[in-house]
Each structure stands twice: as structure tokens, then as C-alpha cells.
């Protein structure tokens, strides 16, 4: 399968604990994006990396949220002392780097913090 | 304001109805546009993008009006497997999406 990967599929962790989220994305893609996504809601922008630099970063994310890609391949995405708001999936997609390019997604993270 | 909004929906629509979705965005720098379509519990995938002069695939056409910042896509023809969401993103450099538009094809 040469799609985008995520790992672990699901994850259940109490309140206050940190989680750490990995992301694969297709093997020529230089942009890698992260997005929150509740019920209901359409995907909400985090973060993204062009290579391993991370090019924007969403007010919404807290200093309690960080993202690295370190060798420009894959990426992870850490939560330190999680909240129960923070309970949602976690997608990751990846896109060549033209502006007109698609962009492919993997299955998420679900994040159930309890 | 959001970046990008879309119809709140839900559309529950009988099979064979012509249904539309309008989305409208903020950043007049963005540069390409989509729709993606959401199944219950799935990733995202790309239905097709949004080109200035319009664009057809079958019974989905998708309009992009720079001027007023609004894109559209209708269906035409609905069938059953056309219920999903629906998710509007606009590309200035990165990819927002709207909150999505949930579509419902009854019999």
C-alpha cells in the first residue's frame, strides 16, 4: 500500500497524559498537512510542512501541540497533557507541492481522551 | 469570518434530484479550489477540482466565481451513493476546508 499511513489508528489515554501521532505520506509528496476533525465539522487546519519545514501553524494549535518532520518524510504530531477536548480524529494528508495538487489522506488517528 | 463556509444542509433529496452546494471563502489570494467527498467515518477524497471556466465529470459540475469568492457544485441525477459529505476547500497555500455539507439520497 504506497497510500498515507497513520499510527496508531486509535488511541485511548487519560487526562494529562502526552500522545504522539505518526504520519507516512506518500513517498514524493513534499507537503504534508495535519487537520482535527469532531463529528459534524469539516477537517480543521493545524499545521503543514513543505519538506521538513513547517510553513504555517494555526491559532488554534496550543503550545501544548507540536509537529515535526524532521527528514522531510515522515511527520508526528505530539499532544502534551491532553484534555478531554481534545478528543477527536486526527487526519494527515499529503499533496505534491503545486497549488493544483490533490490531496490524499490517510485513515486518521482517533483520539478518545478520558 | 470563517475562511470558508459552506451551506449548513443537511439536503435530503429523493433519487433522480438536482441538488447544489455553495461555498464561499474569505482569502481572494487562494488559487485553487476543490471538492472532496465524506463518507460516514472515512478519510476524505477528492471529487474534482474547480477550474475558472467551470468544469464537468458526469453529473457533477462544479462553477468557481472569483468576483463574488464563491464556488458551487451541482449534482444532477442523484443516486443513493451520492449520500455523503460534501467538503468545499480552497488552496491559497495551504487547505481549508468548510465544515462540509451533509447530502442524504433517499429512494
Known amino acids: 500500500d504506497t497510500g498515507v499511513s497513520q499510527d496508531p489508528r486509535h488511541k485511548i489515554t487519560k487526562r494529562g497524559q502526552n500522545v504522539t501521532f505518526r504520519c507516512d505520506p506518500i513517498?514524493?509528496?513534499?507537503?504534508l498537512y495535519w487537520y482535527r476533525q469532531t463529528l459534524g465539522q469539516g477537517p480543521e487546519f493545524l499545521t503543514y510542512?513543505?519538506?521538513?519545514?513547517?510553513?504555517?501553524k494555526s491559532r488554534l494549535l496550543s503550545d501544548r501541540f507540536s509537529a515535526e518532520r524532521p527528514k522531510g518524510s515522515f511527520s508526528t504530531l505530539e499532544i502534551q497533557r491532553t484534555e478531554q477536548g481534545d478528543s477527536a480524529m486526527y487526519l494527515c494528508?499529503?499533496?505534491?507541492?503545486?497549488?493544483?495538487?490533490?490531496?490524499?489522506f490517510g485513515q486518521g488517528t482517533r483520539l478518545t481522551v478520558v | 469570518r470563517k475562511e470558508v463556509e459552506q451551506d449548513p444542509g443537511p439536503f435530503n433529496v429523493p433519487e433522480g434530484a438536482t441538488v447544489a452546494f455553495n461555498c464561499t471563502y474569505s482569502?481572494?489570494?487562494?488559487?485553487?479550489f476543490f471538492w472532496y467527498r465524506q463518507d460516514c467515518r472515512k478519510e476524505p477524497k477528492l471529487l474534482m477540482s474547480?477550474?475558472?471556466s467551470g468544469n464537468e465529470d458526469g453529473r457533477f459540475t462544479a462553477q468557481l466565481n472569483r468576483a463574488s469568492q464563491y464556488i458551487s457544485l451541482l449534482i444532477r441525477d442523484s443516486k443513493l451513493s451520492d449520500s455523503a459529505t460534501y467538503l468545499c476547500?480552497?488552496?491559497?497555500?495551504?487547505?481549508?476546508f468548510g465544515a462540509g455539507t451533509r447530502l442524504t439520497v433517499k429512494p
Open positions: 494528508a499529503s499533496s505534491l507541492t503545486s497549488r493544483s495538487s490533490e490531496a490524499f
Open positions: 513517498s514524493e509528496h513534499n507537503r
Open positions: 510542512f513543505q519538506n521538513e519545514a513547517q510553513l504555517e
Open positions: 482569502n481572494s489570494a487562494s488559487q485553487s
Open positions: 474547480v477550474y475558472s
Open positions: 476547500v480552497v488552496n491559497p497555500n495551504d487547505m481549508r
